[in-house]
């Protein structure tokens, strides 16, 4: 998409996208980039409303309690220093000042950020910097604190340290995109003349869905499982014809090439995003080449499920998407054969499909350069997921074998432990709040200080980790609850789909009548908000005994309530 | 190329980005004359012209014409 087909998307019928409000605060023109931001949002599903503040009046516009930007609420602020407008900035300090620039731009950043967090609620997300040598010291300018080269290098590992120690603030990865294109590609010194345009115009669009790639990541659309095909995709050659000593991985052929798209996918499952095979082949070959073959960097425990047969790959995928219980708009499938890879699209639009470069060595670099898998979270939990699913799988093969559900409950001696939100889980608690569209209840989203201010102002959090015989399942469910006079109303109501139908649910309810019994109140009131997404939990609360009163509200009476009955042993802490 | 099929070009390139099929340029044309053509929109035409034409302006040509004529003249210059 160039700028122009950005622009004629502002045109279009915006109805049905998600809406989003977003700032954009920068010390240079940005009209041109907040088209492009809310053209590229049409893209992705998005109705941004990109707020524009006035022109380099950063500051100005942060220090005023009655700006716009604080009275409609935006839940993102962009915020967009040049490293133009910071050279000037260098440029006119005394020489004695100068090996501090970094310190003290970071010292203004972190100002700016503590006032707009006086006022707002929103996401912070700073712009890196473009890393600019002025040729003042040439190569040497690394080794002097003096040049603008080090000074401006020096900021953004300064504003990363940030991002890393303040939960609130974001960093857009500018320079990497800058980087990518190349600078001369990027900026333009006649533009920026001319019109305090520090982008060419074909840039802005790759800037625009850097940002959007965040929001979406924000709101919760992000992809969870990466599903690769085998032959010619994870290895070179057909594994059913050539053998497993023929393959190309590692240093046969351009093995290399597989070897690398490999690695890339192992980073992706240790940073919590779910691998998938799905291959025409059969199944013990294919297994056979994970176990056997030394310079495999994938193992079979890297994968979660693993599809191998002759039926058709839209509906192995299916199958993988039901296995996995995540939502099928976060699948990314990747394989060699075109074929394949329009078979899946037409039979299940909803998966993102990427064409691939005829050249294998291009497979990687093409993928990396569609940034699909985009975050705004990583916790303890990311690195154990594969392992939790497989023992999910686990579970399925043992319900199997029970007569009874109640049998098969009994035996997996499950453990809960119930708690409230403390230092260790917000983290995990926010992200259930951002990652859950299924089992949630009311899809309010949660940053962790909101979060925290939630239990501050007198709510109750109820947060449920569940064990059993095969394995930790880790922090699966989260309540929230607030007090009104008699009445307890819960505010959100999530569980991960992978424990549904133990008894967490019926847990759940015994908690919160525990809860709100403590809270003095008589009532509880429970919510349904529907989505695209949560229909399955439509007749939840109806289905745990509360009686309708409308459309989606219903309430329990706490009086005439008898606890579940449920296989978990509890251990409140 | 003739100075007319420079000013067709570049008027089907003021039609594409304006989304205004009813523009017609004329030598004495200027952005006053044009209500999409602010000073936003002239970034988009300036750039689009220059790939179309495979030419350059000068940070000074940018603003510098004083209507499309002497843009268009400009343009036949730098395809000498």
Same mark, same amino acid.
């Given at each position: 998409m160039n700028f122009n087909q950005l622009k004629k998307n502002l045109k279009k019928d915006y109805t049905g996208l998600k809406p989003i409000k977003a700032a954009l605060l920068g010390d240079t023109a940005t009209q041109l980039l907040a088209m492009a931001i809310r053209g590229q949002g049409y893209e992705a599903g998005l109705d941004i409303e990109v707020y524009e503040t006035d022109y380099d009046l950063i500051y100005e516009t942060v220090i005023n309690p009655a700006e716009k930007l604080y009275n409609n609420n935006y839940e993102y602020i962009f915020i967009f220093i040049s490293t133009e407008k910071l050279q000037q900035a260098f440029y006119k300090l005394p020489l004695q000042n100068r090996k501090t620039f970094a310190d003290e731009q970071q010292a203004y950043n972190v100002n700016l950020a503590t006032i707009i967090a006086q006022y707002s609620k929103a996401k912070i997300i700073f712009f890196n910097?473009? /890393? @600019?040598? %002025?040729?003042?010291? !040439?190569?040497?300018s690394a080794k002097t604190g003096f040049s603008f080269l080090h000074q401006i290098r020096k900021l953004n590992v300064l504003m990363q340290e940030l991002a890393v120690e303040h939960k609130n603030i974001f960093i857009a990865d500018v320079l990497s995109a800058v980087n990518k294109a190349g600078l001369t590609q990027a900026t333009s010194a006649k533009w920026y003349i001319t019109?305090?345009?520090?982008?060419?115009l074909d840039f802005l669009p790759t800037v625009a869905k850097l940002c959007t790639d965040m929001l979406l990541a924000f709101i919760g659309?992000?992809?969870k499982c990466l599903i690769l095909d085998l032959d010619?995709?994870?290895?070179?050659?057909?594994i059913g014809d050539d053998g497993i000593e023929n393959i /190309? @991985?590692? %240093?046969?052929?351009? !093995?290399k090439a597989f070897t690398a798209l490999q690695y890339w996918a192992k980073e992706l499952k240790q940073r919590g995003v779910l691998i998938a095979i799905c291959s025409k082949n059969e199944e013990d070959v294919a297994k056979n080449v994970f176990i056997?073959?030394?310079?495999?960097?994938?193992?079979?425990?890297?994968?979660?499920i693993f599809v191998a047969n002759w039926s058709n790959k839209g509906d192995n995928i299916r199958y993988i998407q039901e296995v996995l219980n995540?939502?099928?708009?976060s699948l990314v499938f990747i394989d060699d054969n075109p074929y394949e890879r329009e078979l899946v699209k037409t039979m299940l639009p909803e998966v993102t499909v990427p064409e691939l470069p005829i050249d294998p060595a291009d497979y990687l670099p093409y993928l990396q350069s569609l940034?699909?898998?985009?975050?705004?979270s990583f916790t303890d939990e990311d690195t154990v997921r594969t392992k939790q699913y497989q023992e999910e799988s686990k579970r399925v093969q043992l319900q199997?074998?029970?007569?009874?559900v109640d049998e098969y409950l009994a035996s997996l001696q499950m453990e809960a432990h119930i708690e409230t939100i403390n230092k260790f889980n917000l983290a995990r608690c926010a992200q259930l709040t951002q990652r859950s569209?299924?089992?949630?209840?009311?899809?309010i989203r949660y940053t962790e200080e909101q979060l925290q201010q939630f239990v501050d102002d007198g709510g109750v959090a109820i947060c449920i980790s569940l064990k059993d015989k095969f394995g930790d399942n880790g922090l699966i469910s989260l309540l929230l609850i607030e007090k009104n006079d008699d009445i307890a109303t819960v505010n959100t109501w999530i569980m991960s789909c992978?424990?549904?139908?133990?008894?967490v649910e019926e847990l759940a309810v015994n908690e919160m009548v525990k809860a709100a019994t403590a809270m003095g109140c008589n009532t509880i009131q429970g919510k349904y908000l529907p989505t695209?997404?949560?229909?399955?939990?439509?007749s939840l609360y109806t289905n745990m005994g509360f009686t309708a009163l409308h459309e989606n509200d219903s309430a329990l009476t706490i009086a005439t309530f008898a606890p579940f009955k449920t296989f978990i042993q509890t251990i409140n802490n | 190329m003739t100075q007319q099929e420079i000013k067709d070009q570049v008027q089907a390139i003021f039609i594409d980005i304006t989304d205004n099929p009813t523009i017609v340029l004329q030598?004495?044309?200027?952005?006053?004359?044009?209500?999409?053509?602010d000073s936003l929109t002239h970034i988009q035409l300036v750039v689009a012209i220059e790939k179309h034409f495979n030419v350059s302006f000068t940070a000074e040509e940018i603003g510098g014409y004083a209507n499309v004529g002497e843009m268009c003249v400009g343009i036949e210059q730098k395809l000498m």
């Open positions: 910097y473009a /890393e @600019i040598n %002025d040729a003042v010291f !040439g190569n040497f019109s305090q345009n520090v982008f060419q659309r992000f992809k010619n995709t994870t290895w070179g050659g057909i /190309e @991985i590692g %240093d046969l052929g351009i !093995g056997n073959h030394p310079d495999m960097v994938l193992r079979l425990d890297d994968i979660s995540i939502g099928m708009d940034n699909l898998f985009e975050t705004v199997q074998s029970f007569a009874s569209n299924q089992f949630n209840l009311t899809t992978r424990v549904l139908k133990r008894g695209a997404k949560n229909a399955m939990v439509k | 030598d004495a044309t200027t952005s006053d004359d044009i209500e999409e053509w």
